[in-house]
Nanobody
Framework: QVQPVESGGGVVQTGGSLRLSCAAS????????MGWFRQAPGKEREFVAS????????YYAESVKGRFAISRDNAKNTMYLQMNSLKPEDTAVYYC???????????????????WGQGTQVTVSL
């Protein structure tokens, strides 16, 4: 199993950039798809992006396409979310999650993920 821990959140102005990191324990990190979700105040948690076990396939929510980029470094057991052109509506707690199963290509549903980090706050100010 993989246990994720997020870092890199903070406060940034509209139009700015942040990079989130997700460090995962466990020697099998490279066999699990990983994903990012976010939850804004008063809203349900929503899918942001995911990446398959090899890093060869990525998926994005429409709201972040062209602005966010997900990547992973399996040698470092770490996944990243580069966030550019940030908007106030990107303000949320961002969660990193690991797939319930190994070796899957497409993983986007919240129910597909079995291990979650504690979240990191991203605040985009006007």
């Amino acid at each position: 199993q993989v246990q994720p821990v997020e870092s890199g959140g903070g406060v940034v102005q509209t139009g700015g950039s942040l990079r989130l990191s997700c460090a995962a324990s466990g020697r099998t990190f490279s066999s699990y798809a990983m994903g990012w979700f976010r939850q804004a105040p008063g809203k349900e948690r929503e899918f942001v992006a995911s990446i398959n076990w090899s890093g060869g396939s990525t998926y994005y929510a429409e709201s972040v396409k062209g602005r966010f980029a997900i990547s992973r470094d399996n040698a470092k057991n770490t996944m990243y979310l580069q966030m550019n052109s940030l908007k106030p509506e990107d303000t949320a707690v961002y969660y990193c999650a690991a797939d319930r199963q190994q070796w899957r290509q497409v993983v986007v549903a919240e129910s597909d993920f079995g291990s979650w980090g504690q979240g990191t706050q991203v605040t985009v100010s006007l």
